[in-house]
């Protein structure tokens, strides 16, 4: 092996070619930086379309503002997925929407949950 085409594989430290775009050794998926640079965001960065969980977070912890537990629980479970996901790979983004899904959900699916057993709890002593 000649060093001129072969450089260390950051993940592993194995031999991979320098045009390599996934190491065979370990399977780390690399990127060249410039197509990193000349990738546009049509939406600006606004929208973290490459962190579904904090996406889905988001617009559940929205939509528990409807009177049902259930959706605020999947926002907080899904908003948690999201934040796991923007820590480990810092370029897919989405912490702000994951939080909105953590603390909107989370609050209304209590509330919702609160609600259902003092109505259930209300019925049963009626």
């Known amino acids: 092996m000649s060093t001129a085409e072969y450089k260390p594989c ?21 990127e060249k930086l410039s197509e990193d640079r000349d990738e546009g965001d049509a939406t600006g960065g606004v929208i973290p379309y490459k962190n579904p969980q904090a996406l889905m977070a988001y617009y559940l912890g929205l939509f528990s ?6 959706l605020g629980w999947v926002a907080l479970y899904l908003g948690l997925q999201g934040l796991a996901a923007a820590k480990k790979n810092p370029r897919i983004k989405g912490t702000v929407h994951a939080w909105i899904g953590i603390l909107v959900g989370g609050f209304f699916g209590l509330i919702w949950t609160l609600f259902t057993v003092l109505a259930l709890f209300g019925s049963m002593v009626a």
């Open 65 to 70: 503002l409807f009177p049902c537990f259930i």
């Open 10 to 30: 950051p993940v592993c430290g194995e031999e991979i070619r320098l045009a390599a775009r996934r190491c065979r050794h370990c399977g780390e998926v690399f």
